[in-house]
């Protein structure tokens, strides 16, 4: 159901290409972007070996991102030991190596019943990009790996810019990273933070923004952490969550603060923008410029009762993405307010896979296959919808 | 990937037939059940049309597990006016129906943007049996139009076994079911404990059972319901979920008690089961008659770090069931212990989806198509797991 | 233990007058400040008698609060019935009446084994003034009967500004009230934000402020409401929180945003203010400003491991007021950051509590008998302190 | 308003003596009792020097309780280094030492601000009976330190029976403990199941449990801990929990099983007791049979709106006892029903003070001042009660 032919519509990654219902509905996109978008079908030369270093939450959503584009393909995924993760990689197909180049630790795995193809640099040999999933920041030393090896590299928003030397977001600078031999995908705040934001900025020419992340304390699947009855305000303040936009476009002026809250499913970004004089905009107009860019879906809280992020997350499970994933904001309709020059509004970010759909744009970006940004978000989510099978 | 060819074994859903990794791995069925498989790929004849009456958390999922198999298909699903929820059916190519035979109401639906092919008893007039997914109680009433219409009728746990007049779990009395006008599929709880207890009486000839459900307070997308920090006991004591059990096997000595807890993802059952003398199981043989029965998951908390309920239902995320659905039992493997004639062991339940493919297996009982459950249960799950593409 | 003789300082709630620990030190006041607390003692000559409407979570505690004044008593608490709430009210020895009139609503009390004085005009006809604690928005037609029964009346936050047509908070608008018919004490949110913001504005002359309020979505002694899992943003945006203040302070602009998190213990503030130009203040100097007024504890996250909500409250318990209150605003001392004119913090709010001396002091601002706000809030903390035996 | 003159009741540790409301009724007890409390303002002869080793959640607690009884006094109490925690201490007047006897932690107080007292030695030199509430399992190193001093020792119920020698209950074996060297009071748990399960095995002369605690994951100042959202299954089965009782009165045979939950409240425990054929009891004169022993608060969650654990610490809120504590067990009136000759009961645990009545008991057992159990606990209750100003 993927985009195909001479389609002059691309969608949100939450329907197929001329779905047109109520709530469901595509968008229709801007002439440049048309003309992209038909080149497309006829430009792919190779398919990308791409490496996925820690096959945990967000290297198992990456390598299915991968595996369901038509220009790369996963050449293998590293696990520390055998363990319960080696059987998805068995299930999905991807070949295993072991994240260390110890002769021990890559031999332990045969004995618990897993082909281990080799270790780290035995991975890299045959790649031509990694994608850095590891937790922690084990970062410095892996980039040292990767520049030995001479593939290109793509860290997590874990990871410090510096380490990296160059952030990503699609939105905000897939030109700058271009053929660039390594560079971070942001977090996931950052980058729900760009999706919205920089449009905007695009529009105004400048653009001052304060937020609050109101940010879930634990994953679903992670039951250590707590709090459990409590919010907890990152003291650090301002926090470093809203000025890490500026990694990637550095011209928006933003700060924020943080608390984590008893919650595992979403984050939320409580968000004021301050508009320069003259912006011409209305609460309408920006709804509509956010419903022309990718990776935004709006609804209408009073009229879905799609009224928190329990409800957000329950439409995720409909749509029938892997995981449960929404790699899209969620933008309330009724929670946005253009007050003068002050726009106020709520975003949801599904901290577990919004940066997925980014991570493969990285790879094109790096690799210099395709150079127009647009086009390689509606490549990379009909791809994966497509993937899913709605 | 589903069963093929004339393959002797079949898999707890969780895994495609052959699989046998270290813990996605199949099982190994008695002769008699594989007698039966052999006959299922040249028994069907006809495909039962089949209605869903309420298409919300229940219906959704019974439909595409309906929609899954090869031997039925959906008709028709209901809504009672036109909201968010039927975008989900148009997506998947179910008719639309209004839950009333008001014509006003019927009519809403057109201005909204919905097709809607008529009332209830427009759909039940094209359907062999309905699925009655509706919230609250309103069976009596729905019943009714059934038994007037002429179709047969699956109500849900919700009901009361009085009226529908019969119950239904897949391993405890599909034979009993068969060819009948109308049954209950019981509840989550009690299909749960249908799971592991008919396998353990039926060895034993008799059982005597006292357990805790600790039961999650509110669904994932619910919003409203609390408590947020505190434990409600059921004060009904004993409760209604254990001697529900009864309505499928009466030959079970059961009682629970109950309390709710703020999670959202499972229930969890703490079970003594006192076995009577001369039982001559072990722990480790009762964890074997478990694995040879179906929808049923054990798996080592300490060996794969599945200690909670998070972890289990992001297995079942892994696993890749639509909405991360898990559909069978997960009994954890170090939780059992048989201390002379008592058995201690926990149980989690994914309330929202363990009935789902009992409701397949109960239409084929009452259509008199398959008079082997342990047939309708391979035939149900391997569809499903092909369905989820895995 | 409370202020005695000559002393010339007062304290926060949270510690007697001459305490000077590292963390429960009490502040130095101003000039004007001590003054005013010389006459304190010479002035009281009558006992205001204090009628409670509404014996729920706030109207208990606004009862202890008053009864431990030395210039009021409580002469009565209304119930809507005999029930388990009114044993609350015998024991404190407070006289019981019924919140109807209805004759045989009074005369069911008795055969439930209480004692009731009679009905809400009965009650009326005894007190001075009344203070409002009924739930829900029944102010109009109670305003009307306190209007005709002569007495002063003071409603809680949740009755809306233009019905009690004026508004009180201590550090606001103390002189306005004065011998006013009736007023409203504003909300928790309103209260606290007060608390912080007005001597900042009295500083500063002018003042815009953009907040979000990270809301406790049940209190803990509710166990009905949800969410359990989820975070809910107030899709009205800007939220009607913020700009209550202008109720009190209307010369201070501002706007809020607000969400529901699955906590029952305090709400948390995420605050930004702008100050003008040439406000000559530093990090440091708010703190002190912040030290030097009451009602505002400070501390530091760092140093006491007082880093959530969690902590705070079991902050609140050790200090041993009932209930575990804390009717302080709890400010984290490194959670505070003035960044040129933009001044970032975070204060966290018992929602259950930090209303209740606000409505001592409003209860002498009706009365006309105390007209410097600091000696009424000086008078009210210390008997406060001294009510629960610190 | 502690027990005064002749009066011949005592009180469940909810009222003052003679205090007979509706829910808060006072219980008549029996003869033999009665005789014992006569004769309890005569005996006391010596004031018992108390030293509390460990001031932390349950050292703060024991150390109030402690300080409320005529017959024993706070010697001092111990800290590892100065910290926000001693302040507390300074506030309450207990002689601060250090934890260690090393001279540098020793000195690191007063630069602080706080007056040290000396190390741990210096502590127990002056102490008849040290309360060990250190964290963790340094007990067996702090028994070699005690009984070096000569000193009795009491260690909580974190700590292994088998260190300790001997365990304690109040209800279960007062006697057996009467000046022995030291004691363990058993844990939160254990204490709760004894006070009801004690008198049932006295009546019954046998009795057999099986039991499921659904624990709080954390207490309410724990910030740390999860799980947010999942139930935890203690998977070691049976769990320990149950057969500790048995160190206490090891006629019982009790097995339990344990999860925890996202709560901070309460423990809450569902039990299945198996009565003796001739038990002689009914549901009624079970209820009457607790309501005649200490401790045990008993309610009827219908008529009262307390249906879970958190109006249940909405009403230790309103008792007034410090940091909101419920020392008594709660058992729902309308939650226990005995069907034949089992019995079902639902009781709530305040996990962070049950166990604090106890240890003042297990003092006086030890030192061999009183020898009637029941004339200690009216001892120890009246006094808590009355230092709670209630």
Same mark, same amino acid.
């Given at each position: 159901?993927?985009?195909?032919?001479?389609?002059?519509?691309?969608?949100?990654?939450?329907?197929?290409?001329?779905?047109?219902?109520?709530?469901?509905?595509?968008?229709?996109?801007?002439?440049? !972007?048309? /003309?992209?978008? /038909?080149?497309?079908?006829?430009?792919?030369?190779?398919?990308?070996?791409?490496?996925?270093?820690?096959?945990?939450?967000?290297?198992?959503?990456?390598?299915?991102?991968?595996?369901? *584009?038509?220009?790369?393909?996963?050449?293998?995924?590293?696990?520390?030991?055998?363990?319960?993760?080696?059987?998805?990689?068995?299930?999905?197909?991807?070949?295993?190596?072991?994240?260390?180049?110890?002769?021990?630790?890559?031999?332990? !795995?045969?004995?618990?019943?897993?082909?281990?193809?080799?270790?780290?640099?035995?991975?890299?040999?045959?790649?031509?990009?990694?994608?850095?999933?590891?937790?922690?920041?084990?970062?410095?030393? #892996?980039?040292?790996?990767?520049?030995?090896?001479?593939?290109?590299?793509?860290?997590?928003?874990?990871?410090?810019?510096?380490?990296?030397?160059?952030?990503? +977001?699609?939105?905000?600078?897939?030109?700058?990273?271009?053929?660039?031999?390594? +560079?971070?995908?942001?977090?996931?705040?950052?980058?729900?933070?760009?999706?919205?934001?920089?449009?905007?900025?695009?529009?105004?020419?400048?653009?001052?923004?304060?937020?609050?992340?109101?940010?879930?304390?634990? /994953?679903?699947?992670?039951?250590?952490?707590?709090?459990?009855?409590?919010?907890?305000?990152?003291?650090?303040?301002?926090?470093?969550?809203?000025? /890490?936009?500026?990694?990637?476009?550095?011209?928006?002026?933003?700060?924020?603060?943080?608390?984590?809250?008893?919650? +595992?499913?979403?984050?939320?970004?409580?968000?004021?923008? !301050?508009?320069?004089?003259?912006?011409?905009?209305?609460? *309408?107009?920006?709804?509509?410029?956010?419903?022309? #860019?990718?990776?935004?879906?709006?609804?209408?809280?009073?009229?879905?009762?799609?009224?928190?992020?329990?409800?957000?997350?329950?439409?995720?499970?409909?749509?029938?993405?892997?995981?449960?994933?929404?790699?899209?904001?969620?933008?309330?309709?009724?929670?946005?307010?253009?007050?003068? #020059?002050?726009?106020?509004?709520?975003?949801?970010?599904? *901290?577990?896979?919004?940066?997925?759909?980014?991570?493969?744009?990285?790879?094109?970006?790096?690799?210099?296959?395709?150079?127009?940004?647009?086009?390689?978000?509606?490549?990379?989510?009909?791809?994966?919808?497509?993937? #899913?099978?709605?």
């Amino acid at each position: 159901m993927a985009s195909s032919g001479p389609s002059h519509k691309y969608t949100a990654l939450s329907g197929p290409p001329d779905f047109d219902l109520r709530y469901w509905r595509s968008s229709v996109v801007e002439e440049a !972007f048309i /003309d992209g978008l /038909d080149e497309q079908s006829t430009e792919k030369v190779m398919t990308i070996k791409v490496a996925i270093n820690g096959y945990g939450t967000i290297g198992k959503r990456v390598a299915d991102a991968v595996d369901a *584009q038509d220009d790369m393909e996963i050449i293998g995924v590293t696990k520390t030991r055998p363990s319960f993760g080696c059987d998805l990689a068995v299930r999905k197909g991807y070949p295993l190596y072991c994240t260390y180049n110890d002769v021990d630790k890559i031999a332990a !795995f045969e004995p618990a019943g897993y082909t281990c193809h080799g270790g780290l640099d035995d991975l890299l040999a045959v790649a031509d990009v990694v994608v850095d999933c590891s937790p922690g920041k084990v970062g410095a030393a #892996n980039k040292e790996a990767y520049v030995n090896a001479g593939v290109k590299y793509i860290f997590q928003g874990g990871e410090k810019h510096a380490m990296a030397g160059m952030s990503y +977001t699609s939105s905000a600078n897939h030109a700058e990273n271009m053929n660039a031999a390594g +560079t971070r995908v942001v977090s996931c705040n950052t980058t729900g933070l760009s999706r919205t934001l920089v449009p905007l900025y695009e529009h105004c020419g400048s653009l001052k923004v304060e937020c609050t992340m109101i940010r879930r304390a634990a /994953d679903p699947g992670d039951s250590k952490k707590g709090p459990i009855n409590a919010i907890k305000p990152v003291l650090k303040v301002p926090s470093h969550h809203g000025p /890490d936009v500026m990694t990637v476009k550095p011209e928006i002026d933003i700060n924020s603060m943080a608390v984590a809250v008893p919650t +595992t499913l979403m984050h939320c970004h409580s968000i004021v923008a !301050f508009l320069p004089e003259g912006h011409g905009l209305t609460t *309408q107009s920006v709804l509509d410029m956010w419903r022309a #860019n990718p990776r935004i879906i709006i609804m209408n809280g009073g009229e879905t009762n799609i009224t928190t992020t329990a409800e957000v997350m329950e439409y995720a499970r409909d749509i029938g993405r892997k995981w449960g994933d929404l790699h899209e904001i969620f933008v309330w309709e009724d929670g946005v307010k253009l007050d003068g #020059n002050t726009l106020y509004y709520f975003q949801a970010i599904h *901290q577990e896979s919004d940066v997925i759909p980014e991570n493969v744009d990285a790879i094109r970006a790096l690799m210099g296959t395709e150079a127009n940004w647009k086009v390689s978000v509606a490549k990379t989510d009909a791809a994966i919808s497509a993937y #899913n099978g709605l």
